[in-house]
């Protein structure tokens, strides 16, 4: 009774204290009314035409001081990134995976349509720059003392507008003036921040090519170990250890230096000539970089780290090719539905995406349209001016060898560390063969995304039986890839026995992708199960015998012993019982020949793969 009667007095003060219906109309109104007066004296005082607003630059005095922050590829790519950058005197912080708390973020701040590694990305770093104001800066603070490292681009996707729609984050954020270096995707190898700050120097360039193929291929390696251990959790344990010791050699790297290397007589002659001292130090640390002793130090330190895991190579499981857009295909958290980790809990074994593939095809592509672009420069000249056109056949021949021996030269630098890492990396795709295969579908010079490169992969890892499914990840609504999934429909009536799931990513619907995930991949499981089933039977051998054989020979269980792969058979276990039924026969000594798969399944399925192919519109 006091409560009601206590609570009375105050109720005419509350309703007085609410605005009605008709007075929070008249207050949005004229707060419409006053921005748009202020956007009109704007219009009035600038140029009608779009500029790109001009950033305070990051400049070399501030390298010491300024922390770069980066993020978005895995866990391992970010680590050396990082080690690369410090090892050239920068200051470096990686940001957390991108989470849907960050995505929430980005599209409160952002822009609405845009791609949600966009969202995620800019909103996960709005959510690191609040948090370091939770800690005590300020926002001047953090302006001036951070900055972001990401990729951009120009081309027929929202892509071409990360960047711009980064600022506006963090400007609606309250952060306005954080600054942004951009790494030009369309630039391909001339690639180049543009900031004085952010200097490419060749031991950090090489530093940082060094740490993006280490990455590639110790992810490769990752995913073909972890689903095959032993132990749980010990692969995850035995490269976070490998990975801490890798990240130190690659910052504590000794840098090449004229006076470490020759006599101090050769040396002193050296440094007096600016000429002879700028090629021989260049030289020098490319040389040591790619080939040097460092290198393989660290190659083989990671190796021996790796070595100490046991695997059961007889488990039965899907070889899934995940394929798609850059960002979706790379994260390994909410930005794709946690896809890597789903799939392992589900039984299957993952082939990723390395980034190399990509640079590949940015070199493979250069070199394409330089030689479709010929006839532009040869029709110049009038046909009696035989000087002038054998001079521009010279010059192309000349750019067009520069381009291969781009291609051949990193081709071989990754089969490299493929090798001093283990030898089960898997090596780089042949570009030429992916453009011949997509052609019929997709003409190999549309832009966007990955191009032609999807329909490629796809075509690609069926004929040759290098995974049971092809699974495809891309943000809702990509362009590029919405054009490809509407070509797959045509490449999946020409072979019939492909698996391929497009699945969209964004901030919601995960529940739903995985169920989709699942479905198929309930099919390529059965595939890769009636694949070993019908192996098994082709060596006359049972399971039992297999396993006991396996149990006496340990080196068979070693992470790094490379099974040779037979040609129309898919799945790892299927592979290993031919391989091990051929030792037990005593056909071959215990190595790692190759040979062709010659049962009774082999013809069947590489013959539908050919046929397919065949059937393909010219």
Known sequence: MNAATNFEP??????????????????????????????????????????RPIERPFTAAERHSVTILFGGLTWKHEWLIRSAFESAGYKVALLPTPDVAGFQLGKEYGNNGQCNPTYFMVGHLIKYLQSLEAQGLSRQEIVDNYVFFTAGSCGPCRFGMYEAEYRLGVQNAGFDGFRILLFQQDDGINAASGEAGLKFTVDFGLGAFNALNFGDVLNDICYQIRPYEMK????????????????????????????????????????????????????????????????????????????????DRLRVKPLVKVT???????????????????????????????IANWIMYLLWQAKARHRDRKWLDMTRP???????????????????????????????????????????????????????????????????????????????????????????????????????????SAVMNHFKDMIFLPIETSGEGEINAHSRVQMALGEAKAKAKGEFQQVLESTGKRLEDIRAYVADHPELRRPFYKVPHAHGITGTAANFVLHVSDLMDRRRPLSQLRRPFT????????????AGLEACPR
Not at 237 to 259: G, K, P, T, V, W
Not at 463 to 477: D, I, N, R, W
Not at 599 to 607: E, L, T, V
């Open 10 to 51: 105050q109720t005419p003060l509350l309703l007085k204290s609410l605005k009605s219906r008709q007075e929070l109309e008249q207050e949005i109104q004229q707060r419409v009314a006053e921005e748009r007066r202020r956007l009109q004296e704007q219009a009035r005082h600038t140029s009608p035409h779009f500029r």
């Open 232 to 311: 749980d959790g010990e692969t995850d344990r035995a490269f976070e250890d490998s990975m801490q010791r890798l990240s130190l050699a690659l910052r504590n790297r000794r840098m090449f230096h004229i006076n470490d290397r020759f006599p101090p007589w050769l040396a002193s002659r050296i440094m007096a000539n600016r000429i002879a001292e700028g090629i021989t130090h260049t030289t020098g640390k490319i040389v040591d970089h790619l080939w040097g002793k460092q290198t393989d130090d660290m190659l083989q330190d990671v190796r021996a780290q790796l070595e100490t895991i046991e695997v």
């Open 324 to 354: 798609g857009e850059f960002f979706a295909q790379t994260t390994e958290g909410d930005g794709n539905f946690h896809m890597f980790q789903f799939l392992e809990r589900e039984g299957a074994e993952i082939k990723v995406e390395p």
């Open 382 to 488: 009038g046909p009696w001016q035989l000087h002038r056109r054998a001079l521009l056949e010279l010059k192309f021949r000349q750019k067009q060898l520069f381009f291969g021996i781009g291609e051949g030269l990193y081709a071989h630098l990754y089969r490299r560390i493929v090798k001093g890492l283990g030898g089960i990396g898997h090596e780089l795709l042949d570009m030429q063969e992916l453009a011949r295969m997509a052609q019929p579908y997709y003409h190999r010079f549309a832009r966007g995304g990955e191009g032609h490169l999807e329909v490629a992969k796809n075509i690609y890892y069926t004929v040759h039986k290098k995974a049971h499914m092809v699974l495809s990840l891309k943000p809702f609504g990509c362009m590029p890839s919405s054009q490809s999934d509407g070509v797959q």
């Open 599 to 610: 049962g009774a399944s082999r013809s069947r399925h590489y013959d539908n793969g050919r």
